[in-house]
């Protein structure tokens, strides 16, 4: 059963352009939502996290929004350049334990 | 500050071997988890060490194993390797514990070949 669900699971945009990826989950204990990115042949690297007491968090050209309620985050890219074209995945935790991970999202921006 | 480290890169080995991998936990960090990521797939999360013991354990069979040492580093042991077992393993390391934090942080990951 996957816990975090992900989508779309691949997604083509302009330079220049908004990147956007959706994730819901199921488990209210999660109370920890991290995005990674992840380049070929690399580890994940985190990229900005959120916890649910807020319902936005930026970080320069990176978004996260929060909706309790609906169970469900996502990540913004705005002004996504050719350099973001990687593969994001989003994650929750519930307290310091492991992270569930969803299945990921192969991100490309076109020149 | 020195980040997440893993050995070897790559490893090939035969069905039935065993194999350990190994990981060096980030300067500061007292907690190393360890997850499995198949081709494609987000990571799945093999177990976690905190203090030399273990912290939590996800859906894998025994023929997975661990330790953590006093400085932190830890290994991954599989045994009666099968060619599911083909895939990146990752080690994430973070500050566990009252002062602790979720962010984990993850090294590069060894690639583990099943023949």
């Known amino acids: 059963q996957q816990q975090v669900k992900q989508s779309p699971q691949s997604l083509i945009v302009q330079k220049g352009g908004i990147s956007i990826i959706n994730c819901a989950y199921e488990?209210?204990?999660?109370?920890?939502f991290p995005w990674y990115q992840q380049f070929p042949g690399k580890g994940p690297a985190l990229l900005i996290a959120?916890?649910?007491?807020?319902s936005e968090k930026k970080e320069g050209r990176f978004t996260i929004s929060f909706n309790k309620s609906a169970k469900q985050f996502s990540l913004h890219i705005m002004d996504s350049q050719p350099g973001d074209s990687a593969t994001y995945f989003c994650?929750?935790?519930?307290?310091?334990?492991?992270?569930?991970f969803g299945t990921g999202t192969r991100l490309t921006v076109i020149p | 500050e020195t980040g997440v480290t893993q050995s070897p890169t790559h490893l090939i080995k035969t069905r039935g071997q065993q194999v350990t991998l190994r990981c060096s936990s980030q300067?500061?960090?007292?907690?190393v988890s360890w997850y499995q990521q198949a081709l494609g797939q987000g990571p799945q999360f093999i177990f976690q060490?905190?203090?030399?013991?273990?912290?939590g354990r996800g859906n894998f069979p025994p023929r997975f194993s661990g330790l953590q040492f006093p400085n932190y580093s830890s290994e991954l042991n599989v045994n009666a390797l099968e060619l599911d077992d083909s895939a990146l393993y990752l080690c994430?390391?973070?500050?566990?514990?009252?002062?602790?934090?979720?962010?984990?942080?993850f090294g590069p990951g060894t690639r583990l070949t099943v023949l």
């Open positions: 994430a390391s973070s500050l566990g514990g009252l002062a602790g934090s979720n962010e984990q942080f």
């Open positions: 488990n209210t204990a999660f109370d920890y």
């Open positions: 060490y905190y203090r030399e013991e273990e912290n």
């Open positions: 300067s500061g960090h007292n907690t």
């Open positions: 994650a929750a935790s519930a307290g310091a334990n492991n992270l569930f």
């Open positions: 959120i916890r649910p007491d807020v």
